[in-house]
């Protein structure tokens, strides 16, 4: 008995060992396809005239789409900062989503609303929309107000039933658009016809300047469960992101900041409001639809066009936040089950979804099953202290590594970053996450894995906001 | 054994963080010494031109700045960035000598080849020099990349024909549009200028151009030139659905009030479309007489055509608001009337309650 549960062990940790220097060769891989990506991009910005596309009166024009559920710290900022775009053709559809809070008066009175019949221009089943408003101050802004459904999804579909022009941007109430993020992403909808979907930068902007709606001045705060997040941001998406939008395999532009055609989007029905990842879950259809029908297609990722959002800054909040994520890619796995390991679906069938099941939505389980195997073994005197610790500490290691990558990359393209105060708090959250945080939230994964196999319900959850005030955006402890 | 190799592991592992943490704030620095040494170049490039006259100018150390443009990827960016600016290149009789240490340093010879790059990157900066420096002969050598295979390119060779503002770059870009190598939109939005009229204009007599005439218009509404007037006219009133609503908004773009009539009657058109830009055109030529043919579409079949109409008519100021007052509370159709009340509703509170006196003048 004690023999085969030793057998046993030592069989599970070499798995561990392989399991994790496959997680490493993948990194890198997207480490160096992301590295390859940024540099061209960066390379090629001499080349691209974004005056002209903001300017010019045959660019496509754009339907921002902004659900807002008890919004009212944030939301008037967050429409200045979108009507502030430097673009020429955009409207702006507020969607108030049967707010409890100020949020339909912040916006009455900041921009002078007023009653205005809008005819919806596509058919999708939302909660009924039960007013819409045009401002006095500015025409580029719509508010609907609709009852609520519960999720962010029936909210942007009520947008863009109403939403009138041929591309949508889906964007948080939260967030902050960089002053030109909409020539930057039309471009690529220009240059290149056959894009259906494309994702941005989104950056946590607790802690940076913020001036009439932007952020003028890039700041980390001086708490570490910000900083870290930050890190993790950029390594998603300069690493992750970016590598996979090279491999033409992008599974995830992100609901906070992403824009598409909206016919696409209306032709598989929009947003699906029963899902915790309704982004991921919209992208995968987008890739099914395109495939099936054997037509020429581009979801891809840019790191230029900028959206700052507010990070969650109690360990409560960010729980809730990652716990839907786990379960939400849990559930776009489930729902694409038809489309993995099928050469019909290309790189998104044959390596991005097998990819996303082995490593991240069984990646945690492993991991925590990694240290509670090691520690028996230890105890039970099968390992040595020595070896655990070596293993450990090249596991840290790595992770540490791909952190610093996401930052030699920021540092390579963008460096928004400028002073070296900042920039040395990420080194430092680089060199920490490892030590705590990541497997704080291994765990914080494990259970949402548990609770989504058990169909336990989820709560969407109330982000706890300080909004963004004119100097800067306060991170709360 | 087991201590070595863990050994070996730890110390493997710290040397990678080092060198990793080396790496990152190492290109931190260098990035940090490419800036200031780009901002110095770029300091130097007005430094050597000087505002003084020609003998000011100091030619050595131009054609040394001219020579690294003509090498360095780094400093052909800077000199891109200070063209773009309007910084460079000097003009009136300072023109000649600049040209002259351009030519001397290898630079003027280098962009030819530079276009013949196999690095997209190399071809489209090159391009954009060409055209940005204003040389002799740039539209010639910018044309073959017109068809390059790499879009950025493409958009780069038609930004840079736009910098021409020349008769001949204006053939090279409508030759692109006939023969497709751009989007019909990003091509015309380039052919804006008043220097592209007559090949426009030429362009939209000629057989070879029928398929792209309604691009040719609304590039001609683009630019602006009363001469366009005649054939957008003929063209609105002969052509195809696709013609006519290009030949409405470039119309509305000229504003002459001489298209007053042709819009008028392109209000009764049996295209939708086509009475929703004539509505659209007719307020940005801001005539009083567009009221009543306005006040006729408020009650049109299509809700689209009635929501431009009642919109035309805002835009018209206060003749058009008072008609809308009107229509808010008398005209029959009940559409008509929810129009004009939107439209009314989106004035500020004065504007909106037109005075009972030009209500009766209306009525």
């Known amino acids: 008995m004690i023999d085969t549960l030793h057998d046993l062990v030592i ?44 300017t010019s009166e045959l660019s496509v024009p754009v339907s921002i789409v902004v659900p807002a559920y008890n919004e009212e710290s944030v939301i008037a900022e967050s429409v200045r900062s979108l009507l502030n775009s430097h673009y020429a053709a955009f409207e702006v559809v507020v969607v108030n989503d049967g707010s409890t809070d100020r949020t339909l008066d912040v916006l009455t009175e900041d921009y002078d609303l007023v009653p205005h019949e809008r005819v919806p221009r596509a058919q999708l089943d939302t909660r009924p929309v039960v007013a819409s408003y045009r401002s006095l101050s500015d025409e580029r802004l719509l508010v609907l107000t609709k009852e609520n459904g ?7 579909n009520a947008g863009l039933r109403y939403a009138r022009y041929p591309l949508f941007l889906a964007v948080d109430a939260d967030t902050l658009l960089d002053i030109d993020a909409l020539p930057r992403l039309v471009r690529e909808f220009q240059v290149r016809p056959e894009t259906v979907a494309l994702g941005g930068i989104v950056r946590i902007a607790n802690g940076s300047t913020v001036e009439a709606g932007h952020v003028t001045e890039a700041r980390t705060p001086r708490e570490l469960l910000v900083n870290l997040q930050i890190v993790e941001y950029l390594r998603a998406f300069l690493v992750g992101r970016t590598g996979w939008s090279r491999l033409g395999a992008v599974l995830i532009v992100s609901g906070a900041f992403g824009i598409f055609r909206r016919e696409d989007v209306i032709e598989i029905g929009g ?6 990842a309704e982004d991921a879950d919209l992208v995968v259809r987008l890739h099914r639809l395109c495939r099936d029908r054997g037509r020429p297609y581009r979801i891809g990722f840019i790191a230029d066009p900028v959206c700052w959002t507010e990070a969650p800054s109690s360990l409560k909040v960010l729980k809730s ?20 390991g099928r050469r019909r679906y290309g790189t998104v069938g044959m390596v991005a979804l097998p990819y996303f099941l082995a490593f991240e939505a069984i990646g945690p389980l492993v991991e925590v099953l990694g240290y509670v195997v090691i520690t028996l073994s230890v105890a039970l005197g099968w390992l040595t202290p020595l070896v655990a610790i070596a293993f450990f500490g090249v596991a840290v290691a790595f992770g540490i590594a791909f952190s610093f990558g996401a930052l030699l990359v920021e540092e390579r393209a963008f460096q928004r970053y400028r002073r070296w105060s900042c920039f040395g708090r990420l080194v430092l959250a680089a060199g920490l996450e490892n030590l705590g945080y990541r497997q704080w939230y291994a765990l914080v994964r494990v259970r949402a894995t548990w609770a989504h196999l058990w169909q336990r319900p989820q709560a969407w959850g109330e982000m706890e906001r300080a909004g963004f005030t004119p100097e800067s955006v306060p991170s709360k402890s | 054994m087991a201590a070595d190799t863990c050994r070996i592991i730890a110390f493997f592992s710290l040397g990678l963080l080092a060198a990793l943490t080396l790496l990152v704030l190492g290109k931190r620095v260098i990035r940090g010494l490419a800036e200031r040494n780009s901002s110095r170049r770029r300091a130097s490039w007005t430094e050597a031109l000087g505002n003084g006259p020609v003998p000011d100018m100091r030619m050595g150390q131009l054609r040394a700045l001219a020579r690294q443009a003509a090498r360095r990827p780094a400093a ?15 003009r009136g009789t300072r023109r000649e000598p600049f040209e002259a240490a351009l030519r001397r340093a290898g630079l003027v010879r280098a962009l030819p080849a530079a276009c013949r790059s196999r690095t997209a990157v190399t071809r489209g900066r090159a391009v954009l020099l060409w055209a940005r420096l204003g040389l002799k002969g740039a539209e010639r050598g910018i044309e073959p ?10 958009a780069a060779a038609t930004q840079a024909l736009a910098i021409c503002h020349s008769e001949e770059a204006a053939w090279i870009l409508l030759g692109a549009l006939r023969d497709g190598h751009m989007a019909p939109e990003r091509v015309v939005e380039r052919l804006s200028g008043q220097w592209a009229a007559l090949p426009l204009l030429r362009a939209l007599r000629q057989v070879s151009y029928a398929r792209v005439r309604p691009w040719l218009a609304e590039a001609l509404g683009l630019t602006g030139d009363p001469r366009a007037e005649p054939l957008l006219i003929t063209m609105l009133e002969h052509g195809g659905q696709e013609h006519r609503i290009r030949a409405c908004r470039a119309l509305g773009r000229l504003s002459r009030p001489t298209s007053f009539t042709a819009l008028s009657v392109a209000l009764g058109d049996p295209s939708a479309s086509v009475r929703a830009q004539a509505a659209r055109a007719l307020a940005d030529l801001g005539d009083a007489r567009s009221v009543g043919p306005l006040v006729s579409l408020l009650d049109d079949e299509a809700w689209w055509v009635r929501a431009r109409a009642a919109d035309a008519l805002r835009a018209l100021g206060e003749p058009g608001l008072t008609a809308l007052a009107h229509c808010a509370t008398e005209h029959p159709d009940l559409f008509a009337r929810e129009r004009a009340a939107e439209a009314l509703g989106l004035e500020p509170e004065g504007t909106r309650n037109a005075d009972g006196a030009d209500r009766a003048a209306i009525a």
């Open chain 1, 11 to 54: 069989a599970f940790n070499l798995f561990v060992i392989a399991y994790m220097a496959a997680q490493c060769a993948n990194q890198l891989v997207l480490i160096c396809l992301g590295w390859r990506e940024i540099s061209e991009y960066v390379k090629r910005k001499s080349l691209r005239d974004y005056d002209t596309i903001a």
């Open chain 1, 150 to 156: 519960g999720c962010r999804a029936d909210a942007v």
């Open chain 2, 145 to 154: 990349l017109i068809a390059d295979p790499d879009p950025d390119v493409r």
């Open chain 1, 271 to 276: 947003y699906d409001p029963d899902s915790f």
């Open chain 1, 321 to 340: 936040q990652r716990e839907r994520w786990q379960r939400g890619l849990l559930e776009v796995l489930w729902t694409s089950r038809g489309m993995m």
């Open chain 2, 76 to 90: 052909q960016e800077d000199l891109l960035s200070l063209l773009e600016s309007g910084a460079l290149p000097p």
